[in-house]
């Protein structure tokens, strides 16, 4: 039976150490029995590049830490090969004024790229960006050109082909491994009392989520709310 596997990108991490619930990582990763990687371009996002800011120091510690602590281990099979053609395909399929755009980072492609070559791998990822470049090629556009104000052409061929790599590989973002928290009963220390307090708590933990980077809506986050209070 093949181990279950997942892949982190820098975005969750980030997000979870910063609204204070990365300590939530340990028991998600005993209950889900399987490993939690990151690659060299993720921990170069998560420690390598932060410990030469003062401001994010202390963050990169907390990593670094976990890491000590086995929740996250280093995954040195990444292939590099594909990793080079998955991203090439990826900022070469939009054009801003005649001018190729860079719309993936290494630590993302890494982590698909090495879900893809393992087994039973999913990715933890909580930038908009990828999720898009799979799912829809006319939701990406548009938010490029909201993003930079100005239009943006697509390479239908190459986004076609980059997405079809990643049919079968599952993204989940901070804020679902957030609720999966929630719902194993992790955050129940934390509830107020008051009458409506599993309200109060999901309130906050899933909009500390979105204001610490996950790229998820207000409306998604109604949504997932009312799902977890049936």
């Keep these: 039976m093949n181990e279950k596997i997942l ?13 204070r619930l990365a ?18 371009a993720v921990k170069y996002e998560l420690v390598d590049r ?18 000590r602590d086995g929740i996250f281990e280093m995954y040195e099979k990444v292939p590099n090969t594909k990793v080079s053609v998955l991203k090439k395909l990826a900022n070469s399929a939009f054009t801003m004024q005649n001018r190729t755009m860079d719309v993936l980072q ?6 698909v790229a090495s879900a893809l070559q393992e087994k039973n791998a999913g990715v ?3 930038e908009r960006t990828l999720r898009l470049l799979i ?6 556009k548009s938010l490029l050109e909201r993003r930079f104000k100005k239009d943006v052409s697509v390479n239908l ?37 008051r009458r409506d307090a599993k309200s109060t708590l999901l309130d906050a933990v899933l909009w500390a989520t979105k204001f610490n980077g996950c790229a998820v809506t207000e409306h998604e986050i109604e949504e997932i709310k009312q799902f977890l209070l049936k």
């Design 50 to 67: 932060p410990l030469t800011v003062r401001r994010f120091e202390f963050e990169a510690l907390e990593v670094m830490k976990m890491i």
């Design 157 to 193: 061929t190459k986004m076609n082909e980059f997405s079809q790599n990643f049919k079968n590989v599952p993204i989940i973002r901070s804020i679902e491994l957030v609720s999966v928290a929630y719902n194993l009963g992790l955050l129940d220390s934390y509830l107020p009392k």
């Design 23 to 40: 300590w939530i990582l340990p028991e998600l990763k005993k209950r889900f029995g399987g490993k939690f990687y990151i690659t060299p």
């Design 106 to 111: 290494a630590g993302e492609v890494e982590s």
């Design 7 to 19: 892949f982190f990108d820098a975005g969750p991490v980030i997000t979870l150490v910063m609204a």
């Design 135 to 140: 799912e829809s090629n006319k939701d990406m």
């Design 124 to 126: 933890v990822m909580d």
